[in-house]
């Protein structure tokens, strides 16, 4: 069983708080997505859910998201709070966005008993850039500053 220090409890409670919240969000907003790629620093394959839950301003959304990556004796945990603009491309279904924000980032090392597994949680920040359909497919990449993994590329689908 892994130790709990406050920081980690803070961030379960975040984590499980925004994976309720995020079908109740859904509702009012202009769609959630799911959303699967690979990573690399960490090499990674992962899998993740986002919610366009705010619109700032005109074409100005808050996209919370949570993203989990697997792969080389690591388990990596991003609570992603991401700012997006959207433009829209002329004669085109498709919008370009582009955008960034802060993150949390859980890292689990598992070794080779879970007694002598560790945790560590730190910060992170995304800077993003994709092509997507209102509803629909989409596709992005991500760079990370800190504990964010270097690179992204995914590929995901949009509900309303």
Same mark, same amino acid.
């Given at each position: ?12 409670? *975040?984590?499980?708080?925004?994976? =309720? ?24 394959? #992962? ?11 005109? $074409? ?27 433009? $829209?491309?002329? !004669? ?13 980032? =859980? ?5 080779? @008993? ?5 945790? $560590? ?6 800077? *993003?850039?994709?092509?997507?359909? @209102? ?11 800190? $504990?964010?993994?270097?690179? !992204?590329?995914?590929?995901? #689908? @949009?509900? !309303?």
């Amino acid at each position: 069983m892994l130790k709990h220090s406050w920081p980690i409890r803070c961030c379960l409670t *975040l984590l499980l708080l925004s994976v =309720i919240a995020m079908p109740a969000m859904a509702q009012r907003s202009r769609g959630a997505g799911l959303v699967a790629g690979v990573s690399a620093s960490p090499d990674q394959f #992962y899998i993740g859910g986002n919610v366009m839950a705010g619109k700032i301003e005109k $074409d100005f959304w808050f996209r919370p998201g949570l993203e989990v990556g697997f792969g080389h004796s690591t388990t990596l945990v991003g609570l992603n709070g991401e700012f997006v603009y959207l433009m $829209d491309l002329r !004669k085109s279904p498709w919008t370009a966005y582009f955008g960034g924000g802060p993150a949390i980032i =859980i890292t689990t090392l598992h070794r080779d @008993s879970p007694a002598n597994n560790s945790t $560590d949680v730190g910060p992170g920040f995304n800077f *993003l850039a994709g092509l997507r359909k @209102s509803q629909g497919i989409f596709g992005e990449i991500k760079i990370g500053a800190m $504990d964010s993994p270097a690179f !992204k590329i995914g590929i995901g #689908y @949009s509900f !309303k």
